[in-house]
């Protein structure tokens, strides 16, 4: 089972939403795959907070990806839905040991290759350790101070 989960810059009233292979998209069951409900709703509030605080659309991704996991990755981007040169996806294939980061064009603006870069850094160290959510919300922080508020980026 892949999850993957979505968060737009507005709340919603749905809670993140599952995508599986095909591309059809329902309310993830917590407990579904490999989080936990403690899990999820910490996942949740990290994508929250991203979005909020930087006006961007993050989605998440854990699962297989092909051998070619970039395209995969990018394809995934494509197919995520909304505006997405405001999306960052972050697709982590634990059994493949790959981590991908992939943003639309407006986001790479505000997340240059360099802060993406020391997002996966960080986050492989604690992929290592074996702590999958830790590691996901201690990339989406890093990603979001990186990218930063659009109203405090603007005023400079």
């Given at each position: 089972?892949?999850?993957?989960?979505?968060?737009?810059?507005?709340?919603d009233q749905y809670g993140p939403s599952a995508t599986d292979e095909t591309g059809n998209s329902s309310v993830m069951e917590p407990g579904s795959g490999p989080f936990?409900?403690?899990?999820?709703?910490?996942?949740?509030?990290?994508?929250?907070?991203?979005?909020?605080?930087?006006?961007?659309?993050?989605?998440?991704?854990?699962?297989?990806?092909?051998?070619?996991?970039?395209?995969?990755?990018?394809?995934?981007?494509?197919?995520?839905?909304?505006?997405?040169?405001?999306?960052?996806?972050?697709?982590?294939?634990?059994?493949?040991?790959?981590?991908?980061?992939?943003?639309?064009?407006?986001?790479?603006?505000?997340?240059?290759?360099?802060?993406?870069?020391?997002?996966?850094?960080?986050?492989?160290?604690?992929?290592?350790?074996?702590?999958?959510?830790?590691?996901?919300?201690?990339?989406?922080?890093?990603?979001?101070?990186?990218?930063?508020?659009?109203?405090?980026?603007?005023?400079?």
């Amino acid at each position: 089972m892949t999850q993957q989960l979505n968060r737009q810059p507005a709340a919603d009233q749905y809670g993140p939403s599952a995508t599986d292979e095909t591309g059809n998209s329902s309310v993830m069951e917590p407990g579904s795959g490999p989080f936990s409900y403690r899990d999820l709703a910490r996942l949740d509030e990290a994508l929250t907070m991203s979005a909020r605080e930087t006006g961007l659309r993050f989605t998440l991704y854990v699962g297989e990806l092909s051998s070619d996991t970039r395209a995969t990755a990018e394809d995934l981007h494509s197919r995520s839905g909304g505006d997405t040169t405001n999306s960052v996806l972050v697709a982590i294939s634990p059994g493949q040991r790959v981590l991908e980061i992939v943003t639309g064009t407006a986001a790479a603006r505000r997340l240059p290759d360099r802060a993406c870069a020391l997002a996966v850094l960080s986050m492989t160290s604690r992929l290592g350790a074996g702590d999958l959510v830790g590691a996901i919300i201690n990339g989406l922080r890093q990603l979001s101070d990186a990218a930063g508020h659009p109203a405090r980026r603007n005023a400079h």
